[in-house]
């Protein structure tokens, strides 16, 4: 077995070994993998975080050994906690990263970093604080960065900044936790799930206080919610169906 990791500060994980197959999510910086299959330009990885599977470019990473993997793996993330920052490289040269890079990883790259990071679990109220750092972030399938988000990887994003693991889609991010009954049972950092005409769960939020909700819809936003769904102002109009609230912390 190989392992790697991302040298880089946001890259691809593709859905199909072609710089034009669908970007299915993103590795930041310090992000760490198995390698389950190489090719001449591109690798299929299973990422370490939520086991999320994908092809890479193999010039966007750089190997590490099965024992730096294990020690990434036992020992919990160091994030960065600004929007953006950077590391410096030992030949002086700076590398952009943003807000979640697990700079942990920079005595595996021999890199350098002096910012903020955050570590360890976080009481549950920061949750809905981190989310507002994404506040505008644009919307963009598979992303999962500050400058181009989903809405499963927000919620993911969200919650890994405070020291929990949710899975990759939002399909996935419903099968855990606790399920409640009604929008009052709610507390702000709970989940809100949306299904589309067919009963997929398609759209995941994160529970604000006064029956609000942070998304990822166009831009990652706040509008209302209630027992139909997500009501949007802009549009005058409810723009999600309500399927289930999960209690996750």
């Known amino acids: 077995m190989e392992y790697g990791i991302c040298n880089l500060s946001i890259v691809p994980l593709r859905a199909e070994a072609s710089d034009m197959s669908e970007m299915v999510t993103q590795l930041l910086y310090g992000d760490h993998f198995k390698i389950l ?6 690798s299929r990885i299973r990422l370490s975080f939520d086991k999320y599977e994908g092809w890479i470019d193999n010039k966007q990473f750089v190997n590490i050994g099965e024992a730096e993997y294990i020690a990434l793996d036992e020992n919990p993330p160091r994030m960065s906690s600004d929007i953006i920052d950077f590391v410096t490289s030992s030949n002086g040269q700076l590398v952009s990263i943003c807000l979640g890079s697990n700079v942990l990883a920079c005595q ?6 002096e910012g903020k990071a955050i570590t360890g679990l976080l009481p549950k109220k920061k949750l809905v604080e981190t989310a507002l750092l994404y506040v505008n972030a644009p919307y ?4 999962k960065s500050p400058f181009g988000i989903d809405c499963s990887g927000f919620t993911q994003m969200v919650y890994k900044l405070n020291g929990h693991k949710l899975l990759r889609d939002a399909s996935q991010q419903a099968t ?6 009604f929008i009052e049972e709610s507390e702000p950092g709970d989940l809100a799930f949306f ?5 997929r769960i398609t759209h995941v939020g994160i529970i604000m206080k006064d029956n609000y909700i942070i998304h990822a819809h166009g831009k990652v936003r706040i509008d209302r919610l209630d027992h139909s769904g997500i009501f949007n102002y802009d549009v005058r109009n409810h723009t999600h169906k309500l399927r289930v609230i999960k209690r996750i912390v």
């Open 108 to 113: 595996n790259l021999n890199d350098n970093f």
């Open 140 to 143: 963009l399938w598979g992303g």
């Open 176 to 181: 855990q936790g606790e399920a409640l009954s």
């Open 37 to 42: 299959e190489r090719r001449k330009k591109w």
């Open 195 to 199: 299904d589309n005409d067919e009963g």
